[in-house]
C-alpha cells in the first residue's frame, strides 16, 4: 500500500524503509508468519535466512569494533581496519552473495549468482555495480591514495545512468547505516560526515582514552569479506 506495488516489485531500498515503517513486517518476514511462510521456493527461503545471517554477522562485529572505539581501546586507524572484514554497503542479498565464496560451495555460489541476475531491480544491480566498482579501486589503491582520481571514476561510473538511477545510487551508499546497532550507527554517521570534512583524520592512530579498558579482540576472518587485501589493509575511506 506504501508504494502502490506488489512487494515482490519493490526495490532495496523501499523493502527497508517499508520494515523500518512496519515492525511487524519485519518480524513476519524473520518469523516466516503470514504470506512469508509461503512465499518464495526452498531456495528463496533458505536464502532469506542466509542473508539475514551474513548481516547479522557485519552489524555485531560493527558494533563491536564501535563500542571498542567508543571506550578507547582502539583508534580510528584500527576501527577503520576492522571494516576490511565486512563488505559495508552492500544489500543483504549482495554481501551473501561474497560471504558464500568464502562460506559455501560452488554450485551454491552459481545458484545466488543467477537468482540475483533474475530478481535484481535494475536500480538494485546499479548500486550493486557501483560498490563492485568501489571496493576494486579500494582494494587496488597504493598509498598515498589518489582520491581524486577515484572520485572521479566513481562519478563517471554514476553519471552513465539517468537521473532517477543516480539519484537511487546516492541514496543507496549510505542507507545501510540506517538500520545498524545503536554505536555503530553513531560511529558511521560520524566517519562519513568527518570524511566529507577531513576531521575524521584527526587523531587517526591515537586513542580516545589512555586508561586501561577492555581488551579488544578482533572478529573471526570467517565473517562477511571485502574480497581482497590491499588498500582495506590500512583504511577505508567510506
Do not use: C
Not at 517499508?18 to 516466516?32: I, S
Not at 533474475?118 to 536500480?123: G, I, K, V
Not at 562519513?192 to 579488544?216: F, N
Amino acid at each position: 500500500a506504501d508504494y502502490g506495488q506488489n512487494y515482490s516489485e519493490l526495490n532495496q531500498l523501499e523493502i527497508k524503509e517499508l520494515r523500518r515503517n512496519h515492525t511487524d513486517l519485519a518480524e513476519m518476514e524473520l518469523k516466516g508468519e503470514g504470506e512469508f511462510a509461503d512465499r518464495g521456493t526452498d531456495f528463496e527461503q533458505w536464502f532469506f535466512n542466509y542473508q539475514q545471517d551474513v548481516i547479522e554477522r557485519r552489524d555485531n562485529g560493527l558494533e563491536f569494533a564501535a563500542q571498542a572505539l567508543e571506550n578507547g581501546s582502539i583508534s580510528k586507524y584500527e576501527y577503520d581496519s576492522q571494516r576490511k572484514y565486512y563488505r559495508t554497503g552492500y544489500s543483504a542479498a549482495n554481501a551473501a552473495m561474497y560471504s558464500a565464496k568464502n562460506d559455501l560451495d560452488p554450485d551454491s555460489v552459481k545458484s545466488i549468482e543467477n537468482w540475483l541476475s533474475e530478481n535484481q531491480t535494475p536500480e538494485d544491480k546499479a548500486l550493486s555495480d557501483y560498490w563492485d566498482l568501489y571496493s576494486d579501486l579500494m582494494d587496488k589503491s597504493s598509498l598515498p591514495v589518489d582520491w581524486d582520481s577515484i572520485d572521479a571514476q566513481l562519478k563517471t561510473f554514476i553519471e552513465k545512468y539517468d537521473s532517477e538511477t543516480q539519484e537511487y545510487i546516492k541514496r543507496g551508499i549510505d542507507d545501510w547505516i540506517n538500520d545498524l546497532p545503536e554505536t555503530a550507527k553513531k560511529v558511521e554517521l560520524e566517519r562519513a560526515a568527518g570524511i566529507e570534512d577531513d576531521s575524521w583524520w584527526d587523531g587517526y592512530r591515537d586513542k580516545k582514552v589512555t586508561t586501561p579498558s577492555p581488551s579488544y579482540v578482533q572478529p573471526s576472518s570467517d565473517t562477511t569479506q571485502t574480497g581482497g587485501t590491499g588498500f582495506f589493509d590500512t583504511y577505508v575511506r567510506k
